[in-house]
């Protein structure tokens, strides 16, 4: 098992940054994809990134695509999700996840985080 713990999220303009961070714990880590999610209101979850914890190989949703940097830092055990040039439609609560594949979902992952805030005003 993995326990995750996301902090970062905030209120931005336009064009801005922000930078989430996901805590992992747990002694199987580096068995897991590590990915971000984010539920806008009134819609289903929605990729963003995911990262594969040992190898480090990354997977991006289309439209954050040179916008967004998932990374990991295993000396402190968290993984990061760098959004630049955010726009209102970034506007969600974004999720850390874990799973064993680099598609897994909300129903099939095996940890999910507590969520984070994100708010762009246009």
């Known amino acids: 098992q993995v326990q995750l713990v996301e902090s970062g999220g905030g209120l931005v303009q336009a064009g801005g940054s922000l930078r989430l961070s996901c805590a992992a714990s747990g002694r199987t880590i580096s068995r897991y994809y590590i990915g971000w999610f984010r539920q806008a209101p009134g819609k289903d979850y929605d990729f963003v990134a995911v990262i594969s914890w040992s190898v480090g190989s990354t997977y991006y949703k289309d439209s954050v695509k040179g916008r967004f940097t998932i990374s990991r830092d295993s000396a402190k055990n968290t993984v990061y999700l760098q959004m630049n040039r955010l726009k209102p439609d970034d506007t969600a609560v974004y999720y850390c996840?874990?799973?064993?594949?680099?598609?897994?979902?909300?129903?099939?992952?095996?940890?999910w985080g507590q969520g984070t805030q994100v708010t762009v005003s246009s």
């Open positions: 996840a874990a799973g064993l594949t680099p598609g897994f979902t909300h129903e099939t992952s095996a940890s």
